[in-house]
């Protein structure tokens, strides 16, 4: 079976400091993978998706960035974090080619920024 | 324009009691699929059913069931039975044609009353 890990599950850091968030999928190759960020109360807003190694779309333009340096592994970076970053951030992963296949979380990371 | 909409930001419903969460789309594709996802306050994404736009049949997963009427772009999520378990944060999702990437409405937040 599948399994999506996600770490650290918590995290607090002060405004300006860098963030590296990893997700990785396990049971699975060449999965579509996702990054998702959720704001306290609020739904979800897609961040970045990847088909393949190397290969990141971006969803809004921020001061986010995403890698795949691995087939099952999605990071989430950031050089300076903004206050606006806190959030609760989700990865998820789909089969790939697949048209009715649905995306499956992971735990999340619950960033705070001082 | 929204892709996804939730009208009830909040509902309350007794245990017991059946609950319908609406939710309305909007896709010019032919080919689409429509998703319900399941918050808890833990944080995790649970995926509560699928429904396909080529599908004639309504979806059901256990006490699950998506009511589609495909006219009115409407996919509502009915809970037969509700239990204490189910008050959450639920999201409508939706998928167009081949299309990547999963478009999240803005959820409704469900309290089951004993």
């Known amino acids: 079976s599948q399994t999506i890990h996600q770490w650290p599950a918590t995290l607090v850091q002060p405004v300006g400091s860098p963030l590296s968030l990893e997700c990785t999928v396990e049971?699975?190759?060449?999965?579509?993978l996702y990054w998702y960020r959720q704001a306290a109360g609020r739904g979800l807003q897609l961040l970045f998706y990847?088909?393949?190694?190397?290969?990141i779309s971006s969803e809004v333009p921020q001061n986010l960035s995403a890698s795949r340096p691995q087939d099952r592994q999605f990071i989430l970076s950031s050089k300076k974090l903004l206050l606006s970053d806190s959030g609760f951030y989700l990865c998820?992963?789909?089969?790939?080619?697949?048209?009715?296949?649905?995306?499956?979380f992971g735990p999340g990371t619950r960033l705070t920024v001082l | 324009a929204q892709k996804i909409t939730q009208t009830q930001p909040g509902m309350f419903v007794q245990e017991k009691e059946a609950v319908t969460l609406d939710c309305t789309y909007d896709?010019?594709?032919?080919?689409?699929?429509l998703f319900w996802y399941k918050q808890p306050s833990s944080g995790e994404m649970i995926f509560l059913i699928y429904?396909?736009?080529?599908?004639?049949q309504n979806a059901t997963e256990g006490r699950y069931s998506l009511n589609f009427q495909k006219a009115r772009k409407s996919a509502n999520l009915v809970i037969s039975a509700s239990q204490l378990g189910d008050s959450a944060m639920y999201f409508c999702?939706?998928?167009?044609?081949?299309?990547?990437?999963?478009?999240f409405g803005k959820g409704t937040r469900l309290h089951i009353l004993p």
């Open positions: 998820a992963w789909r089969r790939a080619f697949s048209v009715t296949d649905t995306q499956y």
């Open positions: 049971g699975t190759s060449n999965p579509n």
């Open positions: 990847s088909v393949g190694i190397g290969q």
């Open positions: 896709t010019s594709d032919q080919s689409y699929g």
């Open positions: 429904q396909g736009s080529y599908d004639e």
């Open positions: 999702a939706m998928r167009e044609g081949r299309d990547d990437k999963i478009i």
